[in-house]
């Protein structure tokens, strides 16, 4: 069956440090991945855009990474801080413009 | 003002109530979707839409249905509410190749 699978277990980091977050992905063929950043309550918001065929996108803080060989993204956030304590998603796009989200993992940042 | 709005915000009701769900945009996006959202079961898609005349069942259509009246409104309809229809309900916009979804505020819907 497809499956997309985020960090099970919520996330505690350190403020200052790297946070990583994975998406691993089985029986699709992505033809392009995004993350979303989500705060209780609220709708998700988009974040990062990454294509088939790039290995690596960055954006501020922000460093996406995906490996179709592994099925597999990392979402890096780098000198955390407790405002970007929430929930990330990560999304697979299909063809025929089907979407799909992972179930997201919970990001705590301490300070 | 807010690209995509969603009303009601809150709403309870009773079990075999109908239950309408109104979603409307100002992104002068195509493309249209519900979804619902439970904890622990990030987003499923309901219903999406890529255009007025264009109707597509989702991951979770059983339950619900949908209307277009225009590009700009999408609506979600429980015929017949049930307790498992308790969820966080989410519309979304997109455009262009890679689908970057804009969400509304949500609604968050209780069946007793």
């Known amino acids: 069956s497809q499956k997309i699978e985020q960090n099970s277990e919520a996330l505690n980091i350190q403020e200052g440090k790297t946070a990583t977050l994975t998406c691993n992905y089985t029986n699709y063929s992505p033809a392009y991945l995004q993350w979303y950043r989500q705060d209780p309550g609220r709708g998700p918001v988009f974040l990062l855009l990454?294509?088939?065929?790039?290995k690596e996108k960055r954006k501020e803080r922000l460093k996406v990474t995906f490996d179709t060989t592994l099925k597999q993204s990392l979402f890096h956030i780098t000198a955390s801080q407790p405002a970007d304590s929430a929930t990330y998603l990560c999304?697979?796009?299909?063809?025929?413009?089907?979407?799909?989200f992972g179930t997201g993992t919970s990001l705590t940042v301490i300070p | 003002d807010a690209d995509v709005t969603q009303t009601p915000r809150n709403r309870i009701t009773k079990t075999g109530k109908r239950i309408m769900l109104e979603c409307s945009q100002t992104?002068?996006?195509?493309?249209m979707y519900w979804y619902r959202q439970d904890p622990g079961l990030g987003l499923q898609l309901i219903y999406y839409s890529f255009d007025v005349k264009d109707i597509n069942k989702g991951e979770i259509s059983d339950g619900y249905s949908v209307s277009r009246q225009a590009q700009a409104k999408f609506s979600l309809s429980l015929e017949s509410a049930i307790p498992n229809q308790t969820a966080l309900y989410f519309c979304a916009t997109s455009s262009g190749v890679y689908n970057e979804q804009f969400f509304g505020p949500g609604t968050r819907l209780t069946v007793l």
């Open positions: 999304a697979l796009g299909v063809t025929g413009n089907q979407f799909y």
């Open positions: 990454i294509r088939e065929n790039e």
């Open positions: 992104k002068g996006h195509d493309r």
